[in-house]
């Protein structure tokens, strides 16, 4: 790495940018500022909770701007105060081009995809849920259309059978951070050179939208692996459910069982002790991990000990 660091303001908000941050003051990067979401009321008491960048800012005093609106005057002025040489977005809201325009360095953003499939909102879940074997993590440069500007690096990282949203999360947060200190060092080295993303036609692009309500209904009329797919993209949150017993019932994770004697999709059965099963088009979802709603998140076994059906 090159001794002079570029003056760098960071954007982020979740736990998943604190990672790329925290690398980027281990590898002695000159963040001069940090931009993340206002702080959000949490709970029944609305306490006003910080983001997972802000609390590691603090922690490390950078100097931290909250914008409500990233267009204001203000806020533009407060940026250029810095006069920082590089932008690093990692999972932050989208920039308008007054923004990402202004460093003589550009804007960098850090993607958990391989673009320019699963551009979009919710890039773990998608490709978890359609069953991907492999996604990773992308290092570009923006431009206006969201995610589509010209690559700098990709990374590989294997989708596991036993991963589920959760557990890829941190392994692309990690991988995140590492890809991210290397591209800032190709940049400054002249290393890398920015590619055109690879053109590929609406119906070969897979997206990433965001996660909606009717995203996480379960459809029993789908396959057992499609919907354990789905079980796995959703898990930890927010949770694929089915409406069971009149109410709203998460399952966090399962089994597939093919059994000859299929039924009606939808249909469940139970031994009242350790197993609770419902019908696929194509055989049973074993559930292990679920969730009543009203109730916490506990394995089936302690479950079914404390159902009432």
């Known amino acids: 790495m090159l001794k002079v660091s570029p003056k760098i303001i960071f954007f982020g908000t979740p736990d998943f940018a604190v990672a790329s941050l925290k690398a980027l003051l281990d590898n002695n990067f000159n963040v001069v500022a940090v931009v993340t979401s206002v ?19 603090l922690e490390k005093g950078i100097p931290i701007l ?24 990692v999972a932050f809201r989208m920039l308008p081009e007054l923004v990402w325009n202004r460093p003589s360095m550009g804007t960098i953003n850090v993607h958990a995809s391989l673009l320019p499939n699963y551009r979009g909102a919710a890039p773990i ?21 969201i995610d589509t500007g010209d690559l700098l690096l990709q990374s590989e990282v294997a989708i596991l059978p036993e991963d589920t949203a959760g557990t890829l999360h941190d392994k692309l947060m990690e991988e995140g951070a590492r890809l991210l200190v290397k591209t800032i060092d190709g940049l400054l080295n002249k290393t890398i050179e920015p590619k055109v993303q690879n053109h590929l036609d609406e119906a ?34 927010p949770g694929a459910f089915t409406i069971f017993q009149d109410a709203v019932f998460k399952i966090f994770s399962a089994d597939v069982r093919n059994d000859a004697s299929v039924s009606t999709p939808g249909k469940w059965e139970t031994d009242g002790k350790t197993r609770l099963s419902f019908a696929t088009k194509n055989g049973w979802i074993d559930v292990k991990e679920v969730q009543m709603q009203g109730k916490k998140k506990m394995d089936i076994a302690d479950f079914l000990r404390g159902f009432r059906f």
């Not at 998608?126 to 074997?133: Q, T």
Request: hydrophobic share 35%; glycine share 6%; with cysteine.
């Open 125 to 145: 879940n998608w490709a978890v849920m359609n069953g991907e074997k492999k996604t990773g993590v992308t290092t570009f440069q923006l431009r206006h259309q």
């Open 204 to 237: 070969q692009l897979k997206h990433a939208p965001k996660i909606y309500k009717d995203t996480c209904e379960i459809n029993w009329e789908n396959t057992s692996q499609q919907i354990l797919f789905q079980i796995r993209g959703l898990s930890p949150y």
């Open 39 to 57: 702080d959000k009321p949490l709970g029944r008491g609305h306490k006003l909770n910080a983001s997972g960048v802000k609390k590691f800012a």
């Open 66 to 89: 909250q914008p409500e609106r990233l267009k204001r005057p203000s806020f533009l002025n407060q940026l250029d105060d810095f006069a920082a040489d590089l932008y690093v977005i």
